[in-house]
Structure formats: structure tokens, C-alpha cells
């Protein structure tokens, strides 16, 4: 398998542009986790699916952040309207089994800055 | 939630033994720990999870004490690629990483 593939590994844009990160989990796995890390903040939850159902939203900081996934293979984080603070590496994770003995497997990150 | 408690920071030499331990006063009977290691520029990677006691694997052992309110993540023999991030993780409801253990190795 190839693992969690997060795209693009690199997103530049303007304050007030819409940001769309992609995410393909490993096949097979039955949960999906979208984290965001800062050096002032550290590695934080954003949100959580199991099953292709939201979960733990409790950590996506605004209305400005949605996160949705229409299928087992595919999930999408957006911002609109982007704003610099939300500069920041973003990781995609998937895991599969029982809930206790949960591991994730982190994808390569996309690196987004917004100026 | 079982909250995690670790040092924020380590030093080692190369060859020397490392041992982190994570404090998890909360845990759950039904709670598994697991580490990460995350090298910079990487998305956090799997190294090693337990229930109970001792487990081993090719990159690192994990002791963990009856109580279970604690636990010690050993790497035999570290090199200079060891140095990363190092974060325990409890149970599947607590998946908020903290701020991990970052440990420098010295040549």
C-alpha cells in the first residue's frame, strides 16, 4: 500500500483565498484524522471520522474550517476565507481496528502558508 | 480522557540507552499506549504500542508497570537518526498529541 497520500505537499496563497487539502487514507481503513501543527501549538486534532462519519469536531478552530468525506478513499479540509495564522503543516492519519488499541498512519503533510 | 505527561526535552550520546517515561494517571482498563516518533519536516510514525508489562520490537521496547499509570519507552543503542519527537499517546479517545519528548542525540 502507499500509505496515506496528502495533496498538494505544498500551498501557497493570498489571506482571504479558499484552501482545499486533499486526502486519500490507506484502503481498508475505517477512520480518518485531520491534525494541524504549529511550533507555538504543537501537533492539535482538528477532526475525526469513523466510517466516513465526523465524529470529534471539537477542534476545528472556526466556521471558516470544513473537512468533509464523501467516500472510504477520499476526504477534503477547507478554509475559506484562508488567513495567515492558519499557516501551519497539515496531516492527514488513518486507522483501522478497535477503537482502544488505536495506531495511525500520518501522510507526508501539506505545508500551507498563507500571505 | 487519560491525559499524557512527558519530559519536553532529552539529550543522549550515540550508543547510550534512552529511556522516556510517560505519566498516565487516568488510564482506562480497555486503554492501549502507544509512541510516535516524528522527525521534522515527517508526519508522526508509529514506533511501538502495549497493554501490559513488556513488549519488544526491532526499533524499541516498552515497559509498562502493574498500576499501568506509567510507562517507558527504551531505545537500545541510539544514533544521531534518533533524534526526533517522541510522543505517548493513551487509548483511542485521547488522541490529542501533546507536546511530546524531543531528543537530541550527541555524537
Known amino acids: 500500500d502507499a500509505g496515506v497520500i496528502q495533496s498538494p505537499r505544498h500551498e501557497v496563497t493570498e489571506m482571504g483565498q479558499e484552501v482545499t487539502l486533499r486526502c486519500k487514507p490507506i484502503?481498508?481503513?475505517?477512520?480518518l484524522f485531520w491534525y494541524r501543527q504549529t511550533m507555538m501549538r504543537g501537533l492539535e486534532l482538528l477532526i475525526y471520522?469513523?466510517?466516513?462519519?465526523?465524529?470529534?469536531d471539537s477542534g476545528m478552530p472556526e466556521d471558516r474550517f470544513s473537512a468533509k468525506m464523501p467516500n472510504a478513499s477520499f476526504s477534503t479540509l477547507k478554509i475559506q476565507p484562508s488567513e495567515p495564522r492558519d499557516s501551519a503543516v497539515y496531516f492527514c492519519?488513518?486507522?483501522?481496528?478497535?477503537?482502544?488499541?488505536?495506531?495511525?498512519?500520518f501522510g507526508a503533510g501539506t505545508r500551507l502558508s498563507v500571505l | 480522557l487519560a491525559k499524557t505527561t512527558q519530559p519536553i526535552s532529552m539529550d543522549s550520546y550515540e550508543g547510550q540507552e534512552v529511556n522516556i517515561t510517560c505519566s498516565h494517571n487516568?488510564?482506562?482498563?480497555?486503554?492501549?499506549i502507544t509512541w510516535y516518533q516524528q522527525f521534522p519536516s515527517q508526519g508522526p510514525r508509529f514506533i511501538i504500542q502495549?497493554?501490559?508489562t513488556k513488549v519488544t520490537n526491532e526499533v524499541a521496547s516498552l515497559f509498562i508497570p502493574a498500576d499501568r499509570k506509567s510507562s517507558t519507552l527504551s531505545l537500545p543503542r541510539v544514533s544521531l537518526s534518533d533524534t526526533a519527537v517522541y510522543y505517548c499517546?493513551?487509548?483511542?479517545?485521547?488522541?490529542?498529541f501533546g507536546a511530546g519528548t524531543r531528543l537530541t542525540v550527541k555524537p
Open positions: 471520522f469513523n466510517n466516513n462519519v465526523p465524529i470529534d
Open positions: 502495549g497493554y501490559k
Open positions: 492519519a488513518s486507522s483501522w481496528g478497535v477503537r482502544a488499541k488505536n495506531i495511525q498512519y
Open positions: 499517546l493513551v487509548g483511542a479517545n485521547d488522541m490529542r
Open positions: 487516568n488510564i482506562a482498563t480497555n486503554d492501549y
Open positions: 484502503s481498508g481503513h475505517n477512520s
